[in-house]
């Protein structure tokens, strides 16, 4: 088993949860306007959604394993342009973080752990990222890959809940942040371009 991989993997998952997306703008938002409490409950619904995507990951992608070193290399390839590709749209983007509270309608927080599992399960652009992430960070040559699959899905999960559940917590400093620092998008851009394009390296030159 190589920790180093899975250290990695975990470093990777934070600095992209970090940076800004719908999913933690939604969380920053909610919790703003309507509470610490209702930021966490759709905090959780949205990871709960990752279980989802890592069950369909670890099945599929694991018998195209098996099948061909072939297909599973086509995966690989396919996972590094698309994360280039994200870099590209990060960099054409003006990296603006717009925090605007208007319109948040308030629910409870079963109908927000809802919402927030919704919105993760349904949106295939989750699918397509967990398809192009996590195959490059595969860690041992006799655990089985199935396995492999839900150790890193439940890892992405862990981080990310740490970290949107620190957004929830702390979204007034945040968003007093953002508005005191103009430039906090400039880095957070770039640091997001980064991330995605060395991850992609990282896919390319990685074993099976």
């Known amino acids: 088993m190589d920790f180093e991989v899975l250290v990695g993997f975990m470093l990777a998952t934070a600095a992209l949860a970090f940076s800004p997306g719908p999913d933690n703008i ?3 938002m909610q919790s703003m306007v309507n509470g610490k409490k209702y930021g966490l409950a759709t ?3 949205l990871i709960s959604g990752c279980l989802v995507h890592t069950s369909f990951l670890a099945f599929g992608v694991s018998a195209v394993i098996k099948r061909s070193d072939t297909l599973f290399f086509t995966i690989k390839l396919f996972g590094a342009i698309y994360l280039i590709y994200l870099a590209y749209r990060v960099f054409k983007s003006n990296g603006d973080i717009r925090l605007q509270n208007n319109g948040v309608p308030q629910k409870s927080l079963l109908q927000l752990f809802r919402q927030g599992f ?3 399960v349904l949106n295939p652009k989750v699918a397509i990222f967990f398809l192009a ?3 490059g960070f595969l860690f041992s040559d006799t655990i089985n890959t199935v396995v492999q699959f839900f150790v890193l899905g439940f890892l992405f999960m862990l981080v990310s ?3 949107f ?3 929830a917590i702390l979204a007034g400093y945040i968003s007093d942040f953002i508005k005191e620092n103009s430039n ?3 880095y957070l851009k770039w640091l997001q371009i980064l991330v995605f394009v060395g991850i992609a390296v990282y896919i390319l030159i990685s074993d099976k």
């Open 118 to 120: 919704i919105m993760n």
């Open 43 to 45: 905090v959780a619904g």
């Open 26 to 28: 939604y969380v920053l």
């Open 133 to 135: 992430f996590f195959p």
């Open 165 to 167: 559940a620190l957004i």
């Open 161 to 163: 809940f740490i970290v």
């Open 184 to 186: 906090v998008g400039f």
